[in-house]
């Protein structure tokens, strides 16, 4: 009997008490917040691109239809989506590479430096065809050089010839701009 009694007494203080289940529950989904929370800060720009980039296209489909992101979307942004997919799978790996570093610059921009880079592309999209590469080559040229040396090339008397004020006060708004690294190293942010 005591035995008896004893056992039971053993296993009353083995069960919880009404009502541990629910904190059990509410700590493992805090737990599970938690965990979401981490993972999309860890999230980066380019991410999914970089993990499927080498994956057959078809496979890339099944992974992006897979998704819970994806299906989060509205229909037009997935079409949206599938598209971009196909042009980055038709540009040559080294293209491939800058737009993923270009993605990754372009995460780590402030809100006012998006929004400035956007104003700038406007801009530069303005401009007749070849004024707009000479801008794009001076801005490659210009972002291989260290900050001081891009700001006296772009007081030079070479550039004031060369380029109008509209076309320096891009090449200036872009120099200020973080910028990726250039080809070979990396490149400019575009949404």
């Known amino acids: 009997m005591i035995l008896a009694l004893s056992s039971a007494s053993l296993s009353y203080g083995q ?16 737990e599970a917040r938690r965990e979401r929370q981490a993972a999309r800060q860890e999230h980066h720009a380019g991410d999914w691109l970089r993990r499927y980039k080498d994956v057959p296209p078809d496979q890339q489909s099944k992974a992006l ?17 599938v598209q971009r997919l196909q042009r980055f799978n038709s540009l040559p790996p080294q293209q ?39 801008v794009q080559s001076a801005v490659q040229d210009l972002r291989q050089m260290p ?16 380029f109008s004020p509209q076309e320096r006060g891009l090449l200036s708004g872009i120099s200020r701009l973080p910028l990726a690294p250039a080809e070979g190293q990396s490149e400019t942010p575009d949404e």
């Open 147 to 162: 900050p001081e040396q891009r700001q006296q090339v772009l007081e030079s008397e070479r550039f004031k010839n060369t």
């Open 96 to 134: 491939q590479q800058r737009i993923l570093n270009r993605m990754e610059t372009w995460e780590h921009l402030t809100p006012e430096q998006k929004q400035q880079a956007r104003q700038l592309f406007s801009q530069l999209k303005t401009l007749p065809p070849e004024r707009r590469r000479m």
């Open 65 to 81: 239809q897979n998704d819970p992101q994806f299906h989060r979307l509205p229909p037009e942004k997935q079409q949206q989506l």
């Open 15 to 30: 069960r919880p008490h009404p009502g541990a289940g629910q904190q059990e529950r509410r700590k493992e989904q805090q």
